[in-house]
C-alpha cells in the first residue's frame, strides 16, 4: 500500500520500503484481539491463543520480507543473483561466466612421441590439460598451451607445473618457465554490482572514466585500472611526484587482464581523446571508423609472487582447522588488491587474526591464537608494486602458519 503506514503490512514511502517489525505485528493483533473478545482475554504466548497469534503475525512478517525482497531486486545496489543479473542488462553488461587458466608448457621428451589427451599437475595436484594431440619435435623440445581444470582463479607460479599425470612413453618432463594466466571464477554479485557502478562512467565527464568504464564491460576482462598524465613531463625518466605515475606526458595508460587484446585496444581508441597516447608494451594497430590505423597499446599486469609466514602461540581452542582460516583470509586479502596496490606489511596483521580488512571487526577464532612473528617475502617491509602489476598469493603455498610449541 504506497504511501500509507499500516500497522501490518509493508509500505513505500518517499524513502523507500518499510515494514513493522515481528514485535509490532504481534503487539497490533493482541490489541486486536482483545478488541473483539475483551479486555481480559488471555494471549500470552503459552496459550493456544496466543500461539495462533503467533502463526498469523509470522505470516504476516514473511509476506513483507517477501515483499521488501521484491521492492529491492529492481535496483543493482541491492538486488541479488538473477535479479541482479536482469538489472545490468540495462547498462549493456553481462554476469561473466567462468573462464579456464591457460599457462605455457615446455614439453620434452623422445622426438615423434605422440601425447594424447595428456594431463600435467602442479603440486597442489590441480590438472592442467594439454592440446588433444601433442607430437614432440625433432628437437625433443615443444612449447604448448595447457588449460586449466577446473575453471576459476586457479594460480600457477613459475616453475611449479613439472608433474606428469597421464604418463606416456617418450614423454620424459613438463615444465611451465612463466606463471598462469587464471581464469576467472563466476562473477559474484559484489563484483558485478562494482563493474555495474563503473560503467556507468561510460558518458562521464572525465576521458579516462570513460575509457576504464568501457573496458570493463568487455567479455572476458577479469581486472583493469587505468593511468592518465596529464603534464608535459615525462615520468618513465624521471622518478613521479606523489600522485603521479610513470608515464609518458599526455598519455593514459590501461592495465587490463584477460579479455581480448584486439578488442581492448579497439575500445581504448574509441574513447580516448584526439592525439593522446597510449601506454603499454601491448601493441595493436586497429582503425578508426574512417579505417586509419592507429597504434594502441596497454599492459598486461604481471603478477608478483607473495610469501607469508606467520608464527603464532596456540591458544585454548586453536586447531588446524582455524590455521587454514588464516591461511586463507591472509591469502584473499592480498589477492584482492588492486593491480598497483602495494603489499602492507602492517596491514596482514588484520586478516592475520581473522579480522575484517576494511573494519577491523572480528570474524572468526580470534581468541583461539596469539601471531607472534609474521614475515612477507622473507622480511618486515612493504613489497613495493609497480603501476603494472599485482601482488598474487597462492591460497594452498602462499602463506605458512608454524605453531610455537
Known amino acids: ?24 505485528i504481534v503487539a497490533y493483533l493482541n490489541s486486536a484481539f482483545q478488541t473483539i473478545y475483551g479486555a481480559d482475554i488471555v494471549t500470552d504466548p503459552a496459550t493456544q ?22 521492492y529491492n531486486s529492481f535496483s543493482p545496489s541491492t538486488a541479488q ?25 615446455v614439453i620434452t621428451g ?89 560503467s556507468t562512467a561510460l558518458p562521464s565527464s572525465t576521458v579516462l572514466d570513460g575509457v576504464v568504464g568501457a573496458v570493463a564491460g568487455l567479455s572476458g576482462v577479469i581486472d583493469y585500472r587505468g593511468y592518465e598524465n596529464d603534464t608535459s613531463i615525462d615520468y ?55 579505417g586509419i590505423p592507429h597504434d594502441i597499446g596497454f599492459f598486461i599486469p604481471t603478477q608478483v609472487p607473495i610469501q607469508v609466514g606467520i608464527g603464532i602461540t596456540p591458544l585454548p581452542g586453536y586447531s588446524t582447522t582455524i590455521g587454514q582460516a588464516m591461511s586463507a583470509a591472509v591469502a584473499a586479502y592480498i589477492n584482492a588488491l588492486r593491480i598497483g596496490d602495494d603489499v602492507l606489511y602492517s596491514k596482514l596483521f588484520l586478516p592475520a587474526n581473522l579480522c575484517d580488512a576494511t573494519t577491523g571487526l572480528p570474524i572468526g577464532a580470534v581468541g583461539t591464537f596469539d601471531i607472534t612473528e609474521m614475515a612477507v617475502n622473507g622480511g618486515t617491509a612493504n613489497i613495493p608494486i609497480a603501476f603494472n602489476q599485482k601482488a598474487a598469493c597462492d591460497p594452498l603455498t602462499g602463506v605458512t602458519i608454524v605453531v610455537n610449541a
Open 236 to 290: 618513465t625518466v624521471m622518478p613521479p611526484p606523489v600522485g603521479e605515475w610513470p608515464l609518458p606526458p599526455h598519455s593514459i595508460c590501461m592495465v587490463v587482464a584477460g579479455g581480448d587484446p584486439i578488442a581492448i585496444c579497439q575500445t581504448i581508441l574509441n574513447k580516448k581523446t584526439l592525439g593522446c597516447f597510449t601506454y603499454g608494451d601491448i601493441r595493436e594497430s586497429v582503425t578508426d571508423i574512417y
Open 81 to 105: 543473483g538473477v535479479g541482479l543479473s536482469s538489472n545490468v542488462k540495462i547498462n549493456g553488461i553481462a554476469r561473466l561466466t567462468p573462464s579456464f587458466g591457460q599457462v605455457d608448457l
Open 49 to 70: 491463543d496466543g500461539q495462533l497469534i503467533g502463526i498469523f503475525a509470522l505470516a504476516i512478517a514473511d509476506t513483507n520480507s517477501a515483499c521488501i525482497a521484491v
Open 110 to 198: 623422445i622426438a615423434g612421441t605422440e601425447i594424447v589427451n595428456g594431463v600435467a599437475e602442479d603440486g597442489a595436484s590441480t590438472p592442467w590439460d594439454l592440446p588433444a594431440s601433442v607430437i614432440i619435435p625433432f628437437g625433443g623440445q615443444i612449447t604448448v598451451r595447457a588449460t586449466a581444470d577446473p575453471p576459476g582463479d586457479v594460480p600457477a607460479l613459475p616453475n611449479t607445473i613439472n608433474r606428469i599425470r597421464t604418463p606416456t612413453y617418450g614423454w620424459q618432463t613438463v615444465n611451465n618457465p612463466g606463471a598462469a594466466s587464471p581464469g576467472a571464477p563466476v562473477e559474484t554479485d559484489a563484483g558485478l554490482r562494482e563493474r555495474q557502478s563503473v
Open 1 to 24: 500500500m504506497s504511501g500509507t503506514i499500516s500497522p501490518t503490512a509493508a509500505y513505500v514511502d518517499a524513502t523507500g520500503i518499510h515494514a513493522p517489525t515481528y514485535a509490532d
